[in-house]
């Protein structure tokens, strides 16, 4: 019988589970990676393309298991290695995802003991620890008694399920063909979609016109309703956005709110990326109104330094999920809740769940609520001393000012044309990203290609702003050079 430090070679039989010698190997290897990765510094790059032959050795399954450090470092060194860095500190484009390391370690451990979080009596540790961060997020935001939700995979599914509720809520089912939803056209794409999956059709969605700073307008969107209305249609929701993904932009969540309780329209508001301000005191204040939501989505792998798939849905009465989600089988029976809180399998779409809320969990623990605030407020300087460092470069425009971590800004120097400048700033975003120093993104504003630095890592500098401003303008220049 083979000890279990003896691994097999190629071509051997393998048992379900490596011997503990070869684990211990494993997972030390994957703690020093972790480690260097935790440290990688400015030399690092943001991005990395795979030179051509690394990707196909990955498609080779072997009949045969092979060595697990030799599979490992494939794993590492092939497949894991290329790609944009979104937890590098000059990743800018996009929303970032600067994981904490404290995540990382939640994340793993949550692996580890791959815990069903669906039932309380399958994870009754896992099911506390995501009821109490529920609570803590709750009370942040400045939900009151009667309020919850759970984690979800992020904000796609948070929409999808908080536009079930309204879609259950505020609509019989002969009404459904005729109801409306209203969002505006910087709305978040997954709303739209969330819409499509949940049976509605693109036609039942109204956007509704912005301000100059786009924001939805309230009067506009009154005007929809009473329009809508005397055509017949049956308005039962609006998704307004708490920080929207383009520019940062706010809704005016207490004017919306406003209208949508004399209206009886259901209140979603999309806060995947914007919500996590809520920690920051300093900065609360722009989210008034957000506590007036029916149901909110937040990610914690956006803002709050989480690894991916670790979103949250949250609901002003909670006691209304399960009128969309709650199921019963008798295979269930033996997992079901025995005290007055209904498992989570019954609050939302999901039945076998990850424990995602534990690496929130031990990130909140080591940093604290304050630590996680004062983190958020960084980015928020950040883009600011971007906005500073763009209106210092003869030749730059700022589009949409630092707003909530969030600056869009383009070249368009006297003499260029508006289509030669949006040629311009593509390319030089895509040069600095080929370079692999910052990543910065487009987007399109007013209807001109725009650069657009989200800033949210903790761990970025000023100098690292000022550096990639400095770095986009020589490129810019000698792009547009004649
Ligand atoms: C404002 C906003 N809402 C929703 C989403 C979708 O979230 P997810 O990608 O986690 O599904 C995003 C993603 O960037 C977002 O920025």
Redesign the pocket.
Known sequence: MRADFSPPGRGEERRHTPGSSELAVAFRRLGDLAVAHAARGTGAPAFRRAPADALGRLCDIPDHGRPLDEALETLLSDAMAYGMDTGHRRFFA??PSPASPLSWLGDLAASIHNRHAGSELQSEGATAVERGLIRFLCDAVGYGAGSGGLFV?????A?LAGLCLARDRRLTRDERPRGVVYLTRET?A?VAKALRVIGFFDDQIRMIATDDALRMEPAALAEAVAEDRANGARPFAVAA?A???NTGAIDPLAEIADICESEDLWLHV?G??GASVALSPAHRACLTGIERADSL?W?A??WLFQTYGC?VLLARDAGQLPGSFALTSDYLRDGAAEGVEPNFWDLGPELTRPDRAARLWLTLQVMGRSGVGRAIARGISLAEAAERAVRGTPGWRIVSPAQLAILVFRYAPEGLSDEAADAVNAAAARRLMEDGFAVVGTTRVGGRLCLRMCAIHPDATDEDMEETVARLDALAREIAAP
């Not at 995979?153 to 599914?157: A, T």
Request: glycine letters at 18%; hydrophobic letters at 20%.
């Open positions: 996009f929303i995979s992020g904000g796609s599914m929409n978040h997954s956005s920080g929207t993904t999309d995947a990326y989505s990610d792998h956006k979103g």
